[in-house]
Each structure stands twice: as structure tokens, then as C-alpha cells.
């Protein structure tokens, strides 16, 4: 089946750190992979759509400068957390749409996440 | 604007005893609907779709369009079904982005 591998699972650092995390397709290639926020006991919240070879499409409220996101390859897609703070001490997580599913909407495959504490 | 709602954030059984996780939406056109799981300390995975049709790990879940509702059921809960179950949807209006509720946490009690 398809699999989405995150890295690192788990980062600790302190405040002012710029901390990048990696979202990899591995058996699939991905022209479009979504990141998402989830804090403890709430639900997944959309950040940004991230589209290779151009530029990733922000949900509102969420800065641009803040998170940027790079999806430079048919398989990978990078979101860098600039300037880390303790606010922004979340979970991350990653998804990959799996284009070669039938029908107009594509199964999403998700990574493991990313624990981010900022100290 | 898309919406999904998970009226329980909480819901506990006894093993054996039938389950129904509730998911209501809005939307504006024809929506695909799905149902994603989450066990303990494991990624979120696709549970099943509606445009399947399809019964996974015993659990089913019908499209009502007239009630905008999407809910999961299964006759007999089983403990390992214990895990947070989350309704999301897509819609060719918003980039086929997900849209999730806010999950409901699954409790089978032995």
C-alpha cells in the first residue's frame, strides 16, 4: 500500500530555532501534499495545500513567512516552522494524495507526524 | 462553506454491543465523504470511502444526502475497534482538499 514517511518524529529545541520537517511519498508520486495542525484532544486543521513546482496554497490565519513550505520533487514536500516559538509547540502532520486511485477524489495517505516542543 | 460535525467526542460500549458514530456535513454540491481512523500511537488511515461502498473491519456507512449525514456503524464492537474515528470531506469546490470533524473517540469496554 501506499506510504508516507515523516521526519523527525519528534523535535525538541529552543525558542528561535528554525525547525524543517520532511514528508516523503515513498512508493507514489504526490503532485499535491496537504499539512495540518493538530493540537492535543482537537481535531486535524488544515494549514496549506503544497503543490510541486509552485507555490503552496495557505489556509487563512496562517502565515506565509512562519510556515513555509517547499514541495520541490514529485515526492517530497518540506514545511519549515521559522523562528520556532513556544506557541507553535504542536503535532504536524502530513498527507499525500495517491493519484492513482479511480474517481474524481483520490484517497489521502497520511505520515506518522511530527511532535514539535519548543522550549 | 464545508463543514463536518461529530456531535459525540466521546462514545462507550461494551463488547458486542452495536456502535454508531455520528458525522453530519455541509456542503454546497456533491461531496465525497470518508472515514478516517486513528489507533493508539498510529497514523491516521482511511477507514472507507462512501463512493466504495465498501464494508472494512465490519464497519459500514451510508451517504444520506436528504439529511446530510454520514454516520459509521457497526452491529458488534469489537475492543480493538477502540481508537479516535474521524469523519472528513472533499469536494471538487475546494481544491479536493480534506475537511475533518472533530473526531469522536471510540471506548470498547470489555
Known amino acids: 500500500g501506499a506510504v508516507v514517511s515523516q521526519h523527525p518524529s519528534w523535535v525538541i529545541c529552543k525558542s528561535g530555532t528554525s525547525v524543517k520537517i520532511e514528508c516523503r511519498s515513498l512508493?507514489?508520486?504526490?503532485?499535491?501534499m496537504f499539512w495540518y495542525r493538530q493540537f492535543p484532544k482537537q481535531s486535524l486543521m488544515l494549514m496549506a495545500t503544497?503543490?510541486?513546482?509552485?507555490?503552496?496554497?495557505?489556509e487563512q490565519g496562517v502565515e506565509k513567512d512562519k510556515f513555509l513550505i517547499n514541495h520541490a520533487s514529485l515526492t517530497l514536500s518540506t514545511l519549515t516552522v521559522t523562528s520556532a516559538h513556544p506557541e507553535d509547540s504542536s503535532f504536524y502532520i502530513c498527507?499525500?494524495?495517491?493519484?492513482?486511485?479511480?474517481?474524481?477524489?483520490?484517497?489521502?495517505?497520511f505520515g506518522d507526524g511530527t511532535r514539535l516542543s519548543i522550549l | 462553506a464545508q463543514r463536518v460535525t461529530q456531535p459525540e467526542k466521546l462514545l462507550s460500549v461494551f463488547k458486542g454491543a452495536p456502535v454508531e458514530l455520528k458525522c453530519n456535513y455541509s456542503?454546497?454540491?456533491?461531496?465525497?465523504l470518508f472515514w478516517y481512523v486513528q489507533y493508539s500511537r498510529q497514523r491516521l488511515q482511511l477507514l472507507l470511502r462512501?463512493?466504495s461502498r465498501e464494508s472494512i473491519k465490519g464497519f459500514t456507512a451510508d451517504l444520506n444526502k436528504g439529511e446530510t449525514s454520514f454516520h459509521l456503524k457497526k452491529p458488534f464492537a469489537q475492543e480493538e475497534d477502540s481508537a479516535m474515528y474521524y469523519c472528513?470531506?472533499?469536494?471538487?469546490?475546494?481544491?479536493?482538499?480534506?475537511?475533518f470533524g472533530g473526531g469522536t473517540r471510540l471506548m470498547v469496554k470489555p
Open positions: 498527507s499525500a494524495r495517491d493519484l492513482r486511485g479511480r474517481g474524481g477524489n483520490q484517497p489521502q495517505h
Open positions: 512508493d507514489f508520486q504526490a503532485t499535491t
Open positions: 503544497s503543490n510541486e513546482g509552485s507555490k503552496a496554497t495557505y
Open positions: 456542503y454546497s454540491g456533491s461531496p465525497e
Open positions: 462512501h463512493i
Open positions: 472528513a470531506l472533499s469536494g471538487p469546490n475546494a481544491g479536493n482538499m480534506l475537511t
